[in-house]
Every structure is written in structure tokens, then in C-alpha cells.
T-cell receptor, first 111, second 113 residues
Framework: RKEVEQDPGPFNVPEGATVAFNCTYS??????FFWYRQDCRKEPKLLMS???SGNEDGRFTAQLNRASQYISLLIRDSKLSDSATYLC????????????FGPGTRLSVLP | DTAVSQTPKYLVTQMGNDKSIKCEQN?????MYWYKQDSKKFLKIMFS???????INETVPNRFSPKSPDKAHLNLHINSLELGDSAVYFC????????????FGSGTRLTVV
């Protein structure tokens, strides 16, 4: 089983839609979780850290469910500029600072 | 001011050659990393250095050798390049602890022909 799993998509949604991505992680000892965004042929960029109580940053909301070992990202009022690949990240086994990246979920926001 | 800079951006080379990729960060972070992103877009950690000391060395062929002359630099040297080494290599840095994530460099696209 991969350490971090995501639905690769693509998710094709119209502008203004709400879209949610889920991600599961296998290491029950993971403490640090993040969502990154990667545009085509660019480096990943930190979108949000995921707090255990859930957190919101503008149109983006992240949730953590430790019991079920999944993380979610909700994007409200999608913009064309949200089109990207969204990478779920958890710290992996053995090393606290070893962040394991999921394969990413591709989002296309259509006009 | 580029926070994490890698050079070169593109590298095309023949099989069997030796090449190096350089990385520098000006963020004052203690930890630096090399990640490989293959054609399937999986990002996998290769190495991690904390204050010039190797702390993570995943299963990577020993043709790959990282070198950290100081905590702001982490270079990657690759010997006897193979076709399967073609990928994008990302350098990253971070502070230790929560909620600090990585800051990535813009990547080096390596093509072995």
C-alpha cells in the first residue's frame, strides 16, 4: 500500500463550482500534513498546512480525520487559475521531516 | 530574491556521462532535500541533509552522491548516467518543526540520451 494515496482525477469542474479532494495516508504516526499545488512544469508550492482542528484560508478549507487517516481539501467558488495538480503530503515512516507526497489530483476549472 | 535556486534548469547529456546539479537556499533553513519527479509525476525523496549531515538516504543507486559544503548548499552529483535517470530533480529546504513545509527550487529537467 502506498504511503499517501489520492484519486489522480482529472476533476473537470465549471468556474464557480465547489470541488473536494480526499487523500489517505498509511502511517498512523504521521503528525504533519500539507496540501501543495503544482502547476504544469513548475515546482510544487505550499498551499496550506493542515491543522488537526481543520483550517480555512480564503476559498480553501482543509480537514484532517485522524481516525480514518484521511485529509481533505475543499475549494469553493473555483477560478480558472485554480487549475493545477494538488499534492497531499504527510510525514512518512521513520523520519519526522521526511515528507511523503501523494501522486496528486489534477483539477481543470473550465470557463 | 530567489529563495531556493537550482542550476542548471535543463540538462541534456549522453549515457555514461557524469553531471552535477547545484542548489542554494537563502532562507536560513537547516534542512535541505533532493526529490526526484519521474515521468509519472511521482515526487520521491532521495536525500535529506540537516546542517550538513546526511539524515535520509532512500534507496537510490550509489551513482548519486549528494554533497553539502555548508547548510545553505546541497549539490547532487550523478555518475555514469543512465536513460532511467531522466526526470525532474527538485531541491527543497525547510525549517524543522510544524507547520513548516518545504520551499522548492524550480527544478532541473535532466534528459539522458
Amino acid at each position: 500500500r502506498k504511503e499517501v494515496e489520492q484519486d489522480p482525477g482529472p476533476f473537470n469542474v465549471p468556474e464557480g463550482a465547489t470541488v473536494a479532494f480526499n487523500c489517505t495516508y498509511s502511517n498512523s504516526a504521521s503528525q504533519s500534513f500539507f496540501w501543495y499545488r503544482q502547476d504544469c512544469r513548475k515546482e510544487p508550492k505550499l498551499l496550506m498546512s493542515v491543522y488537526s482542528s481543520g483550517n480555512e484560508d480564503g476559498r480553501f478549507t482543509a480537514q484532517l480525520n485522524r481516525a480514518s487517516q484521511y485529509i481533505s481539501l475543499l475549494i469553493r467558488d473555483s477560478k480558472l487559475s485554480d487549475s493545477a495538480t494538488y499534492l497531499c503530503v504527510a510525514n512518512g515512516e521513520n523520519y519526522g521531516q521526511n515528507f511523503v507526497f501523494g501522486p496528486g489530483t489534477r483539477l481543470s476549472v473550465l470557463p | 530574491d530567489t529563495a531556493v535556486s537550482q542550476t542548471p534548469k535543463y540538462l541534456v547529456t549522453q549515457m555514461g556521462n557524469d553531471k552535477s546539479i547545484k542548489c542554494e537556499q537563502n532562507l536560513g533553513h537547516d534542512t535541505m532535500y533532493w526529490y526526484k519527479q519521474d515521468s509519472k509525476k511521482f515526487l520521491k525523496i532521495m536525500f535529506s541533509y540537516n546542517n550538513k549531515e546526511l539524515i535520509i538516504n532512500e534507496t537510490v543507486p550509489n551513482r548519486f552522491s549528494p554533497k553539502s559544503p555548508d547548510k545553505a548548499h546541497l549539490n547532487l552529483h550523478i555518475n555514469s548516467l543512465e536513460l532511467g535517470d531522466s526526470a525532474v530533480y527538485f531541491c527543497a529546504s525547510s525549517q524543522i518543526g510544524w507547520p513548516y513545509g518545504y520551499t522548492f527550487g524550480s527544478g532541473t529537467r535532466l534528459t539522458v540520451v
